[in-house]
């Protein structure tokens, strides 16, 4: 591995009960593979407030704040003015996880729905980028982004096929590969890897999950953006040191804040 690397995991869950017994060594290993900057994603109130807690504690981290739509359930009437407290801090870089989920479906899509547009109506209120959950939904997920008022985003672990992919570019969207893009049968997701505009494509490890080959099934942790972004500069056919910087300037121009927080340092 090339520690030489400056890259940005841009989605993973650090704050996961997986990482108690390790987490400040799973940042340092994170570190040291060249992972400079990593951004936490919130899911409910707890892990959104969790997220921000790991930003100000480590200057390395930043934090994306929202309800995933898995977890639509008990939450107080107050819950959208709690999310639009929490993003008003500098290291929350945008509004998220927040969309569809029609594989779990712990919530009608009706109340998913409304979730979705009225966090997107936020992003777009407070100038915020938006961080897409798209599960067996996506075509609902494209529909709702087309009219809605929002702000630029991106989706996050990108699953769909090369037409679903248009859709989300033609509206400014960019596409963040996961570990599933290192599988060898992800042959939809390696050709939307191929196509994609250079200057509209991420990584990310969604960590603690989808750990790439050859890690697949192991709990994932930052350190191995690595192998995704080598599966990624492959498919490409481009070295990833070249790549590299390409990824570091798409991740600064999609989280304004970002950029502005790392400009200062």
């Known amino acids: ?42 899911y409910d109130l707890a892990s959104s407030h969790a997220a921000l807690a790991l930003a100000n504690a480590h200057p390395a981290i930043f934090a994306v704040v929202g309800i995933q739509p898995n977890h639509l359930h008990d939450l107080p009437p107050d819950w959208i003015e709690q999310i639009r407290a929490l993003a008003a801090h500098p290291k929350v870089v945008a509004i998220g996880e927040i969309g569809l989920d029609y594989y779990w479906m712990k919530s009608p899509p009706s109340a998913q729905e409304a979730a979705f547009r009225a966090q997107l109506a936020l992003a777009g209120e407070l100038g915020l980028p938006v961080v897409i959950h798209s599960r067996d939904a996506m075509a609902e997920t494209i529909a709702v982004l087309r009219d809605a008022a929002r702000g630029p985003g991106v989706m996050h672990s990108f699953s769909g096929d ?104």
């Open 162 to 265: 090369w037409e679903a992919a248009q859709a989300c570019l033609e509206f400014g969207f960019y596409l963040s590969f996961s570990g599933s893009l290192t599988f060898p049968k992800s042959t939809a997701l390696h050709e939307v890897a191929q196509q994609a505009p250079l200057d509209r494509i991420l990584i990310e490890t969604d960590s603690p999950y989808l750990s790439p080959h050859p890690h697949r099934g192991q709990r994932n942790e930052p350190s191995r953006l690595i192998y995704i972004g080598q599966k990624l500069a492959d498919l490409r056919r481009q070295p990833l040191p070249e790549l590299a910087p390409q990824l570091w300037q798409n991740a600064l121009r999609l989280f304004p804040r970002l950029a502005a927080a790392l400009a200062q340092v």
């Open 1 to 42: 591995m090339n520690a030489t690397l400056r890259l940005i995991d841009t989605h993973l869950h650090l704050a996961s009960l997986q990482f108690d017994e390790d987490r400040s060594d799973v940042i340092a290993r994170a570190l040291n593979a060249g992972v400079a900057v990593m951004i936490e994603i919130g």
